[in-house]
């Protein structure tokens, strides 16, 4: 990952968690709502690697730690994990299959909001409930993967406009 990209990558996690906080989570859909910051994670390591995925997921979740009420550094581990498996996993997939990345997200966004539901409630957060989760995942899943083409066909173009030479994906 070069520098242009590093500081594009900044920038997309610096918009996702302002649109998050200022204007998805006010919005539920059903009772929950899509986690852009995620889905923008994991599209970068999609793209970059697993790497690049682990670092964007470490800033980002613990840029969100600081902005949330939970036990900090919580979300930093469950992104930063949750980036590095994206990224690992890309090389088993077909890259020219328009699906792939949906499928991905939709799979790691399920994994990771159990995760980190479940290290919540068990750090004695009484707002999660099993019931509450069981609800949540698959729409939350739902919703990242119909977020997905749209944020990871944004991130592959800049990178390819910043960086024309490396085409990673």
Request: hydrophobic share 55%.
């Amino acid at each position: 990952m070069t520098g242009p990209r590093m500081a594009l990558a900044g920038l997309w996690l610096v918009t996702a968690i302002a649109v998050q906080g200022a204007l998805v989570s006010r919005f539920t859909f059903f009772g929950a709502h899509p986690d852009l910051v995620l889905v923008v994670v994991l599209s970068i390591a999609l793209y970059d690697g697993p790497l690049a995925g682990a670092l964007c997921g470490f800033a980002a979740g613990f840029a969100v730690d600081l902005l949330s009420d939970h036990v900090l550094g919580v979300g930093a581990l469950v992104l930063c994990v949750a980036g590095y498996a994206t990224g690992s996993v890309r090389d088993y997939y077909d890259r020219f299959s328009a699906t792939t990345p949906i499928v991905i997200v939709a799979v790691a966004s399920a994994g990771t909001t159990v995760v980190l539901g479940t290290v919540l409630k068990v750090l004695g957060d009484a707002r999660v409930t099993w019931s509450g989760m069981a609800a949540d995942v698959p729409r939350i899943a739902l919703y990242d993967a119909v977020l997905t083409p749209f944020v990871f066909a944004a991130v592959s173009a800049l990178n390819r406009r910043v960086d024309p030479a490396v085409r990673e994906w």
